[in-house]
């Protein structure tokens, strides 16, 4: 009989353990599902709320824009060319559907509505009277009623509606975090039970539960921060000052490109572009003279006048040349020899294993090869030539010099706009170019991505500035072949 009530006793006990066991596991269980799914859901909502954001931001700079060249119009009645008007049609186009989608996405996630009642309505007229004034070329409709205070109380606007933005994403990270404290803390709650009531053999679920929910903690954490850095850029937006890094893909599968910008006003001078030229690739970079609208409206043109070029087929030295000689002709007549460029421009091959250099007086580019392991060599890629914005004859064409050169696994191409190497420090010493060929000698950049020599050669030269405001623009373009192990 005792035997039997043992065998039963024993029995019940596996019972409740076992039964406490799948308890205790389905709760885990269905709290991960309904906290990863919860959590996903929120983060997946601040991905959209950081688009919504820099879409809000950028609607900032291209009224601002808009307006710039639609005065460059008014002023310039007797323009010509038709790239400034394409540009405001372009410009006023990107607002009004970057409108439209704001509109949408306002209702669609609930966000409190704007003081401002008839502000996508007011916008929606702006870029409607934006676009009529580029397609007639009268733009006294346009500047009579947008005036200034229009404009201001516009921009004022644009920035509560960021704001706007910004709060409700604050206010949905709160909630992420409540909601990941909250779980945490009744999965510690349930872990704790199992411990004391399920034994030993429960440790090893214990700790693989927390470290899940660690790593989860962990996903917040990061996607917490990266919102953050991406609402401080927003920020830097709206004035205008946009530091950027970043790393092109796509443009060719052979290449591994990174480009750096920063402007020392609200309106920067300095351009660079890649375009396709049939089978070839073109990769330039410029320099307006001057800062402020002139050069920006200058550096917006020459823009649009390559993006013209590159449908164009390129065959020869002389169809490069060609382009260099419409392009300085270009210059000088929308600039009414006011405005000049300086220029590097490099055209690939179609095996992407040479290139072709002319220099318009810029900077003169670094290619640095790493095919000796001992001791890199940085070679100055020199070259003469005259600055863009002044009259050339065809005549004269075989007078501009053209250089190739050889780009393989093994090189690196640098090129820069003249404020990284000119601007200074609080003692009043410029950065040059000595300390970007010290640096290049570091360490062997071919092993890494092109953002690893674009990240180093940024940051030393911001500490060799040491706080002190830039006076000229920033451009930095690293270009390698594709092929690397890391990125560290």
């Not at 879409?55 to 010509?80: A, P």
């Not at 929910?213 to 920020?235: D, G």
């Not at 449908?311 to 392009?327: A, H, N, P, T």
Request: net charge positive; with cysteine; charged share 25%.
């Amino acid at each position: 009989m005792k035997l039997f009530q043992i065998k039963n006793d024993n029995k019940n006990i596996k019972f409740q353990i076992i039964s406490r066991y799948v308890s205790a596991l389905l709760i885990i269980a269905c709290m991960a599902l309904v906290s990863n799914n919860i959590l996903d859901r929120m983060i997946v909502k601040q991905e959209i709320f950081s688009e919504i954001i820099n879409i809000s931001g950028r609607q900032r700079m291209l009224s601002q824009r808009i307006s710039l060249l639609c005065y460059y119009v008014y002023n310039k009645k007797d323009l010509k060319s038709n790239l400034i008007e394409k540009e405001i049609v372009n410009l006023a186009t990107r607002m009004k559907e970057a409108n439209i989608y704001l509109a949408q996405k306002e209702i669609e996630l609930g966000i409190k509505k704007s003081n401002e009642i008839n502000l996508y309505e007011r916008i929606n007229n702006y870029t409607n009277k934006a676009i009529e004034c580029a397609l007639t070329k009268n733009c006294s409709k346009f500047i009579n009623e947008f005036d200034y205070n229009y404009i201001n109380n516009l921009l004022k606007n644009l920035n509560e509606n960021v704001e706007r933005f910004s709060d409700k994403s604050k206010s949905d990270i709160q909630l992420i975090l409540k909601i990941s404290r909250a779980i945490l803390l009744l999965t510690l709650l349930t872990l704790i039970t199992e411990v004391f009531f399920i034994f030993r053999p429960m440790v090893k679920k214990i700790i693989f539960q927390i470290n899940e929910l660690e790593q989860k903690n962990r996903v917040i954490f990061e996607t917490n921060k990266r919102l953050e850095i991406e609402m401080n850029a927003v920020c830097l937006a709206i004035g205008n000052l946009l530091p950027k890094i970043d790393v092109i893909r796509g443009f060719d599968s052979n290449l591994d490109l990174a480009y750096y910008y920063q402007s020392a006003a609200s309106v920067g001078g300095d351009l660079w572009g890649i375009y396709k030229l049939g089978n070839k690739k073109m990769i330039l970079i410029g320099d307006v003279t001057g800062h402020g609208a002139g050069s920006a409206v200058i550096a917006s043109a020459v823009s649009g006048f390559i993006e013209s070029v590159s449908f164009s087929q390129i065959s020869d030295m002389e169809d490069l040349r060609k382009v260099y000689v419409d392009l300085s002709n270009f210059i000088n007549k929308i600039g009414d020899n006011n405005f000049y460029m300086t220029m590097a421009l490099i055209i690939f091959d179609e095996e992407m294993k040479r290139f072709s250099f002319i220099n318009a007086a810029h900077n003169f580019p670094f290619l640095v090869d790493y095919t000796t392991s001992e001791d890199c060599i940085v070679k100055r890629l020199v070259l003469g030539g005259y600055r863009l914005g002044n009259r050339i004859e065809y005549k004269d064409i075989e007078d501009i010099k053209i250089n190739t050169y050889d780009f393989n696994d093994k090189t690196i191409l640098i090129l820069f706009t003249d404020g990284l190497i000119e601007n200074t420090n609080d003692k009043e010493i410029v950065y040059g170019e000595i300390r970007i060929r010290k640096l290049v000698k570091k360490k062997n950049y071919i092993d890494f991505e092109s953002s690893c020599l674009m990240r180093d050669i940024i940051e030393d030269a911001y500490s060799f500035y040491n706080g002190k405001l830039i006076v000229d623009d920033v451009t930095l373009v690293v270009i390698k072949k594709n092929g690397v192990k890391s990125n560290i």
